[in-house]
């Protein structure tokens, strides 16, 4: 038979420091791998994600909202650097080579500066398409390994024995633009290339912003979103709980956090029951909540306990309840006083505290 886990390890590890760090790094992880991995475009598992990043640190013990919340933006930063300054400018830097253009029947490409973000731009073709036109336009925002762009302006291409040229082209020198070759015949495209990237005068700087900014954006709506809304939804849930428990406490109704449970067994305890029932053991009453009996309880007179008027011995001291005349080791008879000393409730007949001992001087002594 195999043995049974070790709850009792389990529970002591959760909720100490370590598992709580352990818990912010494996959310960190799992949502720094989710991007890389560009499950990012599939429906509704960004919104997925955002939910165990979550789930992890809380299932590990992390409750604290604020150390939440603060871990939150780590994770922010930490993904968006991640794609912003490696995995966002490494595209770009293998996709901007115009000489790389070798595919689809288009080679030999080539982009000549004239200045002032001017530019000539010649490729080769040999395929059947009838026309050659060059596409050009903004690239609006990287995130990871994609980038999303605006429309593209389409500009026809001349052709001297298969070299198709456009000359004073505007790309601009300080944005990062796309482009692309497509050969038609008629409305139907025959041959395309991929997209280029062209960064100009761009330095390395200024593309790591670009792409940090575009990141920062991209995660924060699409992962990290998710991730706030639900720490604000629990932490709203939770203060409601916590009033309704404290309304509740105030009534009498359920006892404090730390007394629900019985200190034998650990069985739950609703108020008004003084014998556990799962094993019996006598139920100490908070002081908190503790008030007078109410009618159907009496008060044992032995050690002053609370129990249930048609209880035939006391489960704190053992001591025999006679039920017809409520003589000898009897409960106490329904009218009450407090002690003088120790402020217990008693029985009005009562010759000694049950808690302090003090002696009462009955009415004959008087």
Known sequence: MEALPDRKGQDRFIGTPLAQVLGIILALFLGIMFMLTGLYEMFCLPMLIGIAMYVIPKVLGVKNTKVLLAAGVVYLVAISCVGGLIVSPALVDAN???????????SNASITSLGGGFYDVEVEYTGT????????????ILYFYEAG??????????EISG????????????????????AMNGSDVVNSTNDVFHTGTMSDSDLKIFALEGNLYFVGVNLMFVYFLVIIFSYISRKSLDNTRERMEREGRLYPQGYGR?????SLVLPGETCCRKCGAFIEVPDIITSAPAEEDMECSECGAVVSADATECPRCGASFDSDDGTGTSASSDELMECSECGAVVSADATECPNCGEKFESDDDS
């Open 96 to 106: 901007s080579d115009i000489g790389l253009i070798d595919q689809d029947d288009f």
């Open 129 to 140: 398409g009838t026309e050659v036109n060059f596409y050009y336009g903004d690239v609006s």
């Open 149 to 158: 762009t605006a429309s593209a302006k389409k500009i026809a291409m001349s």
């Open 163 to 182: 070299i198709y040229t456009a000359q004073n082209v505007n790309l601009g020198d300080s944005e990062l633009r796309y482009f692309r070759f497509k």
């Open 262 to 266: 019985c200190k034998e067994c650990g």
